[in-house]
Structure formats: structure tokens, C-alpha cells
């Protein structure tokens, strides 16, 4: 009996032994042959290339990690991720000087993250466009080629920016925002800059538009200016007071005059809405006799209440003043002329 039992003995030995290797194993090192690299470790993280247990779910040493369809390269490559910095050991056909650099559709990544010949989509929580990017090559949609749209995935330009209604007034309707660090001294002006596309060795535009607004310091203000050799010519500003400026930048703070122009004006109509002079015809209107306007005009060598042609020239001329100012002097012809024609008409009664 004694022996009956001793194999049962040694075969349940066995098999509990067996049963317990997975378990065992799994707690240990993973290795295969040591000969063309580290081990692999399995200790619930996975290390490839490392000599040391991984501390993170999957960590690589001095090697890349490529994802592809076929064989390496550059239409076969759907993932890379550099992270060798020499050349040396790596895959077959594997660049050496991508370290740390992420290609999607390429093994040659040419900066952080480089997304070759396909859309890059980032969205919301709940699906929304955030941002799109559309490649040079785009077969479905050859419009899109190149272009950018935020918030949107059909853009219709090199870049587009939809959004949704924000019932804010600080925020309303805001699609895009620039802003510089605040600065004391007026530094602050965030600018969109047009150019030509030439630039000189420092790097700066040889023409271009400027268009910005200085949102700190003082006075704030909203302006376009024309650079060409290094010469800027401000031609437009808007002040934080409403003041308005065309081909001059000296602000009227004052706010005496809302608009100030360095030139001439052309318009089809002009409409001032200013005093009048029809208190000439009021019947306590005191009309300057004949001969004190002669001698005023003797002395002055201008009307009486018309600015001189010196003063015309220094402090200039307000069109609605001048207009009203204007119809005076003929009003007050006119009753001149009425009241010659009354001696007149006297005159030849009196001949009679």
C-alpha cells in the first residue's frame, strides 16, 4: 500500500509544481538570449534595450520605436519615435539623429512633431473641432490643401476660425486674441504684420504693413503705419478717446477735434450741423453804419468779425463758423443794399 502511494505522492508534487511556474515566472526577470541585446523585463512594466527593471509601463534605451505597414521607410512608416542620439545599434534602415523627435507617417521627423502627408485633428470632450490641419497633398479635398482651421474642419482659406456665440461682453464673439506681457514704458503692441516676403540679414521685413494697438501705457491706441528701407509713415490711428488721425500720429487728448487729417480731403458733400446767422434780420440787430466799416476795413484791412488772413494761417478755419460767419456779411449786405435803395428811392422823390 506504502507504494501505491508514494508515486501519487511524487506525481501531485509535480503537478503543483507546474501549476505554481506561471506565478513564479511572472514575478521574476523575463530574459531570452543575452546575445544582441538587454534582457526583457515582465514585472508588469515592459522594458526594451534597458539593463535595469523598467519604471514605467513600456520603457526603451538607445533605440527608436517604429510602427509600420511593411519595411522601414518613408510610405511604410506609420509611427516614430526617436530615441537614439547616435548612430550605432538600432532597426535596419532607422535614422540616428531624431532623438527625441515624433514622426507620424514618416521615420525622418523634422522637428518635435512632424505629421507628414496626412490630417491632424485635435478635438474636444464631446467631439467638437479645436484644431485641423490639412497637408500640402490632399487628394480628398485639394481646396484644403495647406490650410489650418480652428474650429473648424473644412476650411476655405489658409487659415479659418469658426466659433460659437459667447454671451460675454468681454468675450463676444472674440475668434482671435493677441496680447504681449504687460509693459509700463508702451511697449505693448500686438501687431500683425504684412510683408512682401523679403527680409533683410537681420531678419526684418524690407516692406511690409503694420497693424497693432497699444493696450498699455499712455495713450492707448489702434493704428496702421507703412515700412519701407526702414522708414515708417504712421497714416492711420484711433485713440483710446475717440480721436481719429490720418497721416499723423499727434494725438489730441484733449478730444477737442475727433478728427485729424495731415492733407487734403476730397468728398461729394460735407453736411455741418452748426449756429446760423439769421439774427442779422432781427429788428434790434445793430448794423455797423458805412463809414465805421470804412474805417474798420482801413485799419484791419479785413471785415469786421472775419479772422484775419494771419490768423487763418496759424490756428486755421472751423467750416461751420467760417460758413455762418460768411452768410452774416451777406445779410448784412443786404440790408445795406436796402437801406441805399430807400435813399435812393427818397432821392428821386425828392427830384420830383
Known amino acids: 500500500m506504502r507504494n501505491k502511494i508514494k508515486p501519487m505522492r511524487n506525481l501531485l508534487t509535480v503537478l503543483i509544481v507546474l501549476l505554481a511556474l506561471p506565478f513564479v515566472a511572472a514575478a521574476q526577470q523575463w530574459s531570452g538570449l543575452n546575445t544582441t541585446s538587454d534582457p526583457i523585463y515582465r514585472t508588469g512594466n515592459v522594458g526594451l534595450g534597458i539593463g535595469s527593471s523598467p519604471t514605467s509601463l513600456m520603457q526603451t534605451l538607445n533605440g527608436n520605436l517604429v510602427v509600420t505597414r511593411t519595411n522601414v521607410g518613408s510610405t511604410n512608416t506609420v ?125 526684418v521685413a524690407s516692406v511690409f504693413w503694420n497693424m497693432g494697438a497699444q493696450v498699455s501705457g499712455y495713450p492707448a491706441y489702434f493704428r496702421i503705419a507703412y515700412n519701407e528701407g526702414g522708414s515708417e509713415n504712421e497714416l492711420f490711428r484711433i485713440c483710446y478717446n475717440g480721436w481719429v488721425g490720418i497721416g499723423t500720429s499727434s494725438a489730441d487728448l484733449t478730444g477737442t477735434y475727433k478728427l485729424s487729417v495731415n492733407g487734403c480731403i476730397r468728398a461729394k458733400e460735407i453736411k455741418v450741423n452748426s449756429g446760423w446767422s439769421d439774427f442779422v434780420f432781427d429788428s434790434n440787430y445793430k448794423l455797423m453804419s458805412l463809414s465805421d466799416l470804412k474805417l474798420f476795413i482801413f ?47 427818397e432821392l428821386k422823390e425828392a427830384l420830383k
Open 79 to 203: 509611427l516614430f519615435v526617436g530615441g537614439k542620439a547616435a548612430s550605432g545599434v538600432g532597426c535596419f534602415g532607422c535614422p540616428a539623429t531624431y532623438s527625441g523627435q515624433v514622426g507620424i507617417n514618416t521615420y525622418q521627423p523634422l522637428a518635435g512633431l512632424h505629421v507628414s502627408n496626412t490630417n491632424f485633428l485635435v478635438s474636444g470632450n464631446s467631439g467638437e473641432n479645436v484644431l485641423y490641419v490639412a497637408p500640402q497633398l490632399n487628394l480628398n479635398n485639394v481646396a484644403n490643401a495647406g490650410a489650418v482651421g480652428i474650429g473648424t474642419r473644412t476650411p476655405h482659406a489658409k487659415l479659418e476660425i469658426t466659433g460659437n456665440p459667447v454671451n460675454q461682453e468681454d468675450r463676444k464673439n472674440v475668434l482671435l486674441k493677441l496680447g504681449n506681457s504687460y509693459s509700463s514704458s508702451g511697449l505693448n503692441e500686438p501687431t500683425i504684420q504684412f510683408s512682401n516676403g523679403g527680409y533683410n540679414s537681420q531678419g
Open 299 to 345: 485799419q484791419n484791412n479785413h471785415l469786421p468779425g472775419i479772422p484775419s488772413a494771419a490768423d487763418v494761417q496759424s490756428n486755421g478755419v472751423s467750416l461751420g463758423e467760417s460758413s455762418a460767419l460768411l452768410l452774416q456779411k451777406i445779410e448784412e449786405l443786404t440790408l445795406y443794399i436796402i437801406q441805399q435803395q430807400k435813399e435812393i428811392d
